[in-house]
């Protein structure tokens, strides 16, 4: 697959954590700035505000179990912008049975273009046995106090520029846009492969939505765009 082309002034941020056993939990999102690129320092300086800001706002979702113990910033800009990668070590605090490894809460970001295949989306390690109304459901509550936090989160991010960052805001990144037909010339089987955009689109991310309905982390253990 080609490289992806840039997308200027944005920070791919990627939170990521272990629960028991060795399983790895990841979610990732974008945040666009309109001032002036960070240096790998400033980038740094970011991600420590990234830790603060789930410390503040996300561990109260999250059981004992599950632990923040890194999170990786990069400029996606170009080959050649700011990089960083900062070690943590910030457990859940919520009350209640831990579930399955695998089990997570999927949040939308919701953005004003329809396309097709969905919508962006976070995958979240949250919640705990006593937030479940029934096996494939997470409660009102559990999924109103997410939407809160999650929010909370976001804002505390936009407001963690470094020096002349400008304004920051949750963004998505669009890299893939329709597909082509290739046909293995031995079996014949055919496949749909994405095709990659000129530039990538940028959509404003409107608001967080909490889903009601249980999801799995799909073994999210690399950061793949």
Known sequence: MPPLPAAPKVIRVALSGTVSGGAVWLT???IQYTGTAPTN???HT???SVITAYTAQIVGLADADTVLTQVESIDLSSSTSAVDITAASVAGTRAGAVLAASTCTVVSYEIGRRYRGGHPR???KLGTQSDLT???T???AFTNACNTDIAAYFTALEAAGWTGAGTLTQVNVSYFSGFHVVTNPITLRARNVPLVRVAPTIDTVTSVLTRSSIGNQRRREAFIA
């Open 122 to 124: 976070g995958y979240w």
């Open 138 to 140: 997470w409660s009102a």
């Open 41 to 43: 320092a400033q980038l």
């Open 46 to 48: 970011f991600d420590a």
């Open 28 to 30: 990732r999102h974008f």
């Open 134 to 136: 029934n096996p494939r």
